[in-house]
């Protein structure tokens, strides 16, 4: 079965330091790979996906994720924090062969310090 | 702008009652959900349907029942055996679960609080 394990249900850093939100998921074929911000009282927002390709991932406000096979790693990073960058991240896999069905990790949510 | 359209944004209810939570989405997507989120335990998927007038249960459904008459909507209804109903409830859709990346486009959610 596909799982989804996102390491740190809480992340902090400082307003300018890196961000590394770590996902690790298990799954028999390759899956495609999601990361998803959700600000509070809010639905979820595609942040970027890796589907086929190039396995580092550009998304939106300067976030990028890189897909490792070997690793079964899909982890996002930022190079530079912003406190508008605060929320709660939730990394997700979606496979398309024997069910079609979309696995969140637990999320981690992201506290950005002064 | 196409998108998804919950309501209501905040629901209190008795204990005992039904409310039914309302999604409708302009995207022409094929499948629509519903997840449940529960602090710390990410999205839960209480039923899906990738076509008018067919549904199925997803991880949670005791206590949810719901429709799909028309493409657009797909209303949820949280009935009164749902043992513990306070929660946030997320609609979500994507164009379909056969074809694509399974990218979902969400709601702003509903957040239920049962008195």
């Known amino acids: 079965a596909q799982s989804v394990t996102q390491l740190g249900s809480h992340v902090s850093v400082s307003e300018g330091a890196l961000v590394l939100l770590r996902c690790n998921y298990s799954s028999s074929v390759p899956p495609y790979l999601f990361w998803y911000v959700q600000y509070p009282n809010q639905g979820l927002q595609l942040l970027l996906k890796?589907?086929?390709?190039?396995?580092l991932v550009k998304g939106i406000n300067g976030f990028e994720a890189e897909f490792k096979k070997s690793e079964t790693s899909f982890h996002l990073t930022k190079p530079s924090a912003h406190m508008s960058d605060a929320a709660e991240y939730f990394c997700?896999?979606?496979?398309?062969?024997?069910?079609?069905?979309?696995?969140f990790g637990a999320g981690t949510r992201l506290f950005v310090k002064a | 702008d196409g998108g998804i359209t919950q309501s209501p944004k905040y629901l209190f209810r008795k204990e005992g009652q039904n409310v039914t939570l309302s999604c409708e989405q302009n995207l022409n997507h094929d499948a629509m959900y519903w997840y449940r989120q529960d602090p710390g335990q990410g999205l839960r998927l209480i039923y899906y349907?990738?076509?008018?007038?067919?549904?199925q249960k997803g991880d949670i459904a005791e206590g949810y029942s719901v429709s799909r008459e028309k493409k657009e909507s797909f209303p949820l209804t949280v009935t009164s055996a749902q043992k513990n109903p306070t929660a946030f409830y997320l609609c979500?859709?994507?164009?379909?679960?056969?074809?694509?990346?399974?990218?979902?486009?969400f709601g702003e959610g509903s957040r239920l609080t049962v008195l």
């Open positions: 349907s990738q076509i008018v007038n067919d549904f």
């Open positions: 890796y589907t086929t390709g190039a396995t």
């Open positions: 997700a896999v979606f496979q398309n062969t024997g069910g079609f069905k979309t696995i």
């Open positions: 979500a859709s994507s164009i379909s679960m056969g074809v694509g990346t399974g990218e979902l486009f």
